[in-house]
């Protein structure tokens, strides 16, 4: 077992299980992470060392602080964009997990200014009216490797993510946040179908009908209390996928 402090199992194993999860549905490949607050001290976070997501276990999980420092004396390699988790915890309190990936569909819409991801089905109203984009050269110029790999980095992020849930990351990927853990990795896995379905509504050359703010609105209410049924789904595949 990694130096954790007195972090809850189940929660722990949650955070495991959403590793695979992100994996196997797509939003993650070798690369993207996915973090969640520790449960007891608000000031701290729990993030897997430096490794693909679908080989993290129980033992990979590491306990950084809100500069991203690993506590506990664990030396062991991290990823370069912790950055990303540490400032965002700071900035909103009520952020308890934050999924960072560069899920493909999403990375067009970071790179054309003048489309915007929007929801186009009931499953996506968390979208909102548009979702802000992070734009690096606004903070480092133009010769950056588009890593958050700094504190103040991350800081620019975060505000630009401001009071949304996800924001995305020009020429990069996306991030997105959630009150749980399940709620983040929902947010994640549906912003790259959504990000499918409106790349295909726009083939069509047609205008395309999104949702109202207020269909957006009350979509996004009620997913909200059918979480479980789409998280105990994709648990229930990689647990099948490990066991064999
Ligand atoms: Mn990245």
């Not at 950084?64 to 915890?89: C, K, Q, T």
């Not at 929007?118 to 992070?134: D, E, I, K, N």
């Not at 109202?212 to 648990?235: C, G, S, V, Y």
């Amino acid at each position: 077992m990694g130096a954790l402090s007195d972090a809850d199992r189940d929660l722990v194993e949650d955070l495991v299980v959403a590793n695979h999860i992100l994996f196997d549905q797509g939003v993650v490949d070798a690369f993207g992470h996915v973090s969640v607050r520790h449960d007891k001290r608000s000031d701290r976070y729990l993030l897997a060392r430096n490794m693909a997501p679908a080989e993290v276990t129980r033992d990979d999980i590491v306990e950084f602080d809100l500069d991203s420092v690993p506590v506990n004396g664990d030396a062991r390699a991290v990823y370069l964009e912790r950055f990303i988790h540490g400032e965002i915890y700071r900035r909103r309190p009520d952020v308890m997990a934050v999924v960072h990936s560069h899920s493909p569909t999403v990375v067009p819409f970071s790179v054309v200014p003048n489309i915007k991801l929007r929801p186009v089905c009931h499953m996506s109203g968390f979208l909102g009216q548009g979702v802000p984009t992070f734009e690096i050269r606004d903070v480092v110029g133009e010769g950056s490797d588009l890593l958050i790999r700094s504190r103040e980095l991350g800081a620019a992020l975060a505000q630009s993510l401001g009071s949304a849930l996800i924001v995305l990351m020009r020429g990069h990927g996306s991030t997105v946040v959630g009150e749980t853990l399940r709620h983040a990795v929902y947010r994640a896995v549906y912003a790259e179908i959504n990000a499918r379905l409106q790349s295909e509504s726009m083939r069509f050359g047609e205008p395309v009908i999104y949702l109202t703010p207020d269909e957006a609105a009350a979509t996004f209410k009620n997913i909200e209390t059918q979480i479980k049924r789409p998280w105990d789904l994709w648990k229930k595949r990689v647990s099948q996928a490990h066991a064999r």
